[in-house]
């Protein structure tokens, strides 16, 4: 795209058409006589005289700041020629509204677009046709970035409901992952294929196994501990043998090839029998088995409490 190239001196002529020698510009803050400065060159480290006086040729180097100006052009002697307002530089902080497409070409290191926003507005503000719109991109006089809000409180803030896209987006369709909520997100399925179940970590390839649940195989129970002593079952505890021993020298010693050197108790002996031969003995005890004869076993250690914390997560596919 081609662009008229501006005038690159400010060049005034008098009623004759001769030029302006010794004329007088006088620039003031739009709409008021208050004098406002312009500057000899692009730096605007150094500022025009007020009024500045036209060279021999009615020439005189004009280099607007970011604000809107008066002009008010006057001859040699103080006669006044014409007054204009409402006049800045198209770069300024308050350039003109442009319709159409922009484009912007570069070819330096130095940045195509800069903005420098030293006021209290936003630096950059994009809105669909309501104006103003009240869910704009926007970037703040801080830098923060809104994506549908107006008002970004944080370096990165996205109105409700904000959906990722990108390389999110670009995720296989079957994806599955792990959700700390209910819900599964926008754009993903939740599974209910697994339930109550704990995750194992592997090398090889992904599947699933176990019978117990969960909450099930870690529940409120402990082991030698004062909450939630569990009392086991016979098919719990291993299988062992308690040795019956006296020292009543009338009875006499059994051996055989089921039970070695067992001899009965001392005193009440009422609940044992010894029947059988002396290669096939049986010792007994009469009544329910192990109904009355409660025993201890000692346990070492530190209470096992198998009530384990636990977070609820979610399996959820990509749609």
Do not use: C
Not at 17 to 24: I, K, R, S
Not at 192 to 205: D, E, F, I, P, Q
Not at 252 to 273: E, H, I, K
């Amino acid at each position: 795209m081609a662009v008229l190239t501006p005038s690159p001196k400010t060049a005034f002529v008098d009623a004759a058409g001769e030029p302006l020698v010794g004329g007088q510009l006088y620039t003031y803050v739009a709409g008021t006589t208050t004098l406002q400065a312009t500057y000899t060159d692009s730096t605007a480290t150094t500022a025009n005289t007020n009024p500045i006086i036209l060279d021999s040729r009615g020439e005189a180097n004009v280099w607007l700041g970011g604000a809107i100006y008066k002009f008010v052009l006057k001859d040699a002697d103080g006669a006044l020629i014409w007054t204009v307002d409402n006049i800045s530089a198209p770069t300024a902080a308050v350039s003109p509204v442009l319709s159409g497409n922009v484009t912007i070409d570069s070819n330096t290191s130095s940045p195509a677009l800069q903005i420098t926003q030293t006021g209290t507005g936003a630096a950059l503000r994009v809105q669909d046709s309501a104006d103003p719109d009240a869910t704009p991109f926007i970037v703040d006089n801080s830098g923060n970035v809104g994506i549908g809000t107006a008002t970004p409180s944080s370096a990165l803030e996205i109105a409700s409901p904000g959906v990722f896209t990108g390389a999110w987006a670009y995720l296989p369709t079957g994806t599955a992952m792990l959700f700390v909520q209910t819900s599964a997100p926008t754009g993903w399925t939740k599974s209910t294929t697994h339930n109550n179940k704990a995750l194992r970590v592997v090398s090889g390839a992904a599947s699933s196994g176990g019978s117990v649940a969960f909450t099930t195989a870690f529940a409120s129970q402990s082991v030698a501990g004062t909450v939630g002593d569990t009392t086991l079952t016979t098919a719990q505890i291993p299988s062992h043998t308690h040795f019956i021993a006296n020292t009543d020298a009338t009875l006499t010693t059994v051996s055989g090839s089921n039970f070695v050197n067992y001899q009965r108790p001392a005193g009440d002996v009422s609940n044992y029998t010894l029947t059988g031969s002396a290669t096939t003995p049986t010792l007994g005890i009469s009544g329910s088995a192990g109904g009355g004869g409660s025993h201890t076993h000692t346990f070492t250690g530190t209470a096992i409490n198998l009530a384990v914390s636990y977070v609820d997560v979610i399996i959820a596919t990509k749609d």
